[in-house]
Each structure stands twice: as structure tokens, then as C-alpha cells.
């Protein structure tokens, strides 16, 4: 079972390299790559949420800002795209820390509502600055790759956004058997018991909140690119950090592949009532009731309810003391 256990991922990465050569047509393609973009997302927030407890609705500002910002450098000063993703990102992650070491002076519910007025924030400078941005009329991005076709684009969109993925994961992992990791840890498990110990909480809690925010909003840049044309109103919506929530939830925020697993179930989901029910709220109403769900009956994920147990990677549950001694139970 063991052995079963460890060959699992890399036969799913193997499915997943060759799942646009597979299916028949390019909206599972397109579809697919909405999938992975949200479980890069969801792992991302999840090294902010699943590490410290802290609940932040307000990650689709930085997906907004990383979307715009790339935008803004390749339009506006006609930056390579590349060089536009990242020095956007590295930006967002610089305004990240600053917002951070404000915002994780709060707990509970005042950093949820921090981290909302930090959306609508975002939202109304955006579409305030019209000469920049273009205000509510959106900015047109136009796309790397002229010469493929749209189909071929959702390939080639396809792996960058696995690609940022894996890096999601792979930071992840690398965090929960840190000694950074079995900081956060005890901030979730009792904060002031964890200062008292000697952890730096606040600097932990800001480096997670930024980290968390650069894969964000690489995820964000790459989507402008994608997409080629951004609405304010969709980019800095609660709609993006409810998902990224309700996924990292739904599959176990203190695993791995939990935030993946939630993705693989909640984006296909959304897409088919998209499709089914058409441009109405009530796929909006339907993710809220599912959280809501979730948080009430399943607040731990179906791999813990499957597993009853933290099968493959995972965080631990352990004393403080425990975390940072570096000691399993």
C-alpha cells in the first residue's frame, strides 16, 4: 500500500503531461487549464491558510494586481512577457509584505475583513484609474503566441500553469519539513504559546503571507497573458479567493494534495453549471452554500475523512513544543 502510495503522484503528473494529447476536443483542454490555474491558486493560498489558521479572503487582489501588472508592463512599456510576469510578481510580493505586516497584526475575523477591504480596494483604484488601466472598460493584453491558434494556446497555457503547479507543491513540501514550517504550525495550534517559545510570529506570519502571494499572482499575470483581455470586476472579485478557499477546504488544507483534489472537483463543477445554468448567480449562491457545508461537516477534507488518518504528505498534529524541537509524535 505504501509503495502504492508513493508511485500514485507521479503517474497522475504523467496523465496530466499528456492529458491535452488525450481528450478530444480543446474546451477539455481550456477547461483542464482553468482546473490547474485554481489548483495552483488554492495550493498557494493554502501555504498562508493551511500553515497559520489565517482565513484571507483577500488573495484575489493579488491575482488582480499580478493580472494588471504584467498587463500594464507589456502593453504599456512593451516588456517581454516574460520579464513582465516576473518583475510583476516580485512587485506584488513587495506590496504583499507591506499589506501583510499590517494586516497580521489582526486575527480571526478582523483578518478576514482586512483582507476583503483589500479587494474592493484594489478594485476601485483600478477601475478609478482610467488613463492607466483603462477603468471598468477592462485592458486588452495581447498574446505571446500570434502565431498559434486559440486551441494551441490553451496547450501551451496548459503547462505554464502546471508548471507554476508543481513549483506551488514543491514549495509546500518544502515548507511543512522546515523548521519555518513548524513555526507556522504552532501559530495555528495557539499563537501566543508560539511567541512565548521564542517564534518570531510576526515575521513568519508576513513571509507566509508574501510567499503565498507571489504564486498568486504569477498565476494572475499568466491568466492576462491567456485570457488577453482583463475586467476589473472579475479579477478583484471574492468570487476567485472564495474558490481558492472552499478548494483548499473541500480537500484538507493540512495535506498536500488537498487544495488539488478540491480543485479537481469544484472547477469542474463550476464550469458545467456555467454551461448548464448560464450567465446567472446562481453558480455564486451554489459555491456559498458549499462551503458553508464544508466548514460545518467536512472541516478537516475528504482526505482526512477518507483516510481518517494524514496519509502522504501532511501536516502533522503535534504539540508546539514538539513543532519546534522538530519532533514527531
Known amino acids: 500500500m505504501r509503495i502504492a502510495s508513493r508511485g500514485l503522484p507521479p503517474l497522475v503528473a504523467c496523465l496530466a503531461i499528456a492529458y491535452p494529447w488525450l481528450v478530444p476536443n480543446y474546451y477539455l483542454v481550456y477547461a483542464a487549464t482553468l482546473t490547474v490555474m485554481y489548483a495552483a491558486m488554492a495550493t498557494s493560498w493554502n501555504l498562508l491558510g493551511g500553515f497559520t489558521g489565517y482565513v484571507s ?4 487582489a493579488f491575482f488582480g494586481l499580478g493580472a494588471y501588472g504584467t498587463g500594464l508592463l507589456v502593453v504599456r512599456l512593451g516588456v517581454p512577457w516574460v ?3 516576473l518583475v510583476s510578481a516580485l512587485l506584488v510580493t513587495v506590496f504583499a509584505v507591506g499589506v501583510g505586516i499590517a494586516a497580521v497584526r489582526v486575527r480571526g475575523a478582523s483578518f478576514v475583513i482586512v483582507s476583503i477591504a483589500l479587494v474592493s480596494m484594489m478594485n476601485l483604484i483600478v477601475q478609478g484609474w482610467r488613463s492607466l488601466t483603462g477603468g471598468s472598460t477592462g485592458l486588452q493584453v495581447p498574446s ?3 502565431d498559434l491558434h486559440r486551441g494551441q494556446t490553451h496547450i501551451v497555457f496548459f503547462y505554464l500553469f502546471l508548471a507554476l503547479l508543481g513549483l506551488a507543491l514543491l514549495s509546500w513540501w518544502y515548507v511543512s519539513r522546515s523548521r519555518f514550517g513548524a513555526g507556522l504550525r504552532a501559530i495555528r ?3 501566543d504559546k508560539a511567541e512565548s517559545l521564542g517564534v ?3 515575521a513568519y506570519k508576513v513571509t507566509a503571507f508574501a510567499l503565498s502571494a507571489l504564486f498568486v499572482a504569477l498565476a494572475g499575470g499568466l491568466y492576462a497573458l491567456w485570457f488577453g483581455s482583463l475586467d476589473p470586476i472579475f479579477v ?4 476567485i ?3 481558492m478557499v472552499l478548494m483548499s477546504l473541500l480537500g484538507g488544507v493540512r495535506h498536500l494534495y488537498g487544495p488539488l483534489l478540491g480543485a479537481l472537483i469544484v472547477a469542474p463543477a463550476g464550469e458545467y453549471f456555467l454551461i448548464v445554468l448560464g450567465e446567472t448567480q446562481i453558480h455564486l449562491t451554489a459555491t456559498g452554500v458549499l462551503l458553508v457545508l464544508v466548514v460545518l461537516f467536512m472541516p478537516d477534507g475528504i482526505i482526512a475523512r477518507l483516510t481518517r488518518k494524514r496519509a502522504g504528505p501532511s501536516i502533522p498534529d503535534e504539540t508546539a513544543e514538539q ?3 522538530g519532533v514527531s509524535p
Open 144 to 146: 505571446p503566441f500570434p
Open 236 to 239: 478583484f472579485s471574492i468570487l
Open 200 to 202: 518570531p510570529t510576526s
Open 83 to 85: 520579464v513582465a510576469l
Open 57 to 60: 479572503l483577500g488573495h484575489s
Open 323 to 325: 513543532r519546534l524541537q
Open 189 to 191: 495550534e495557539d499563537e
Open 241 to 243: 479567493s472564495s474558490y
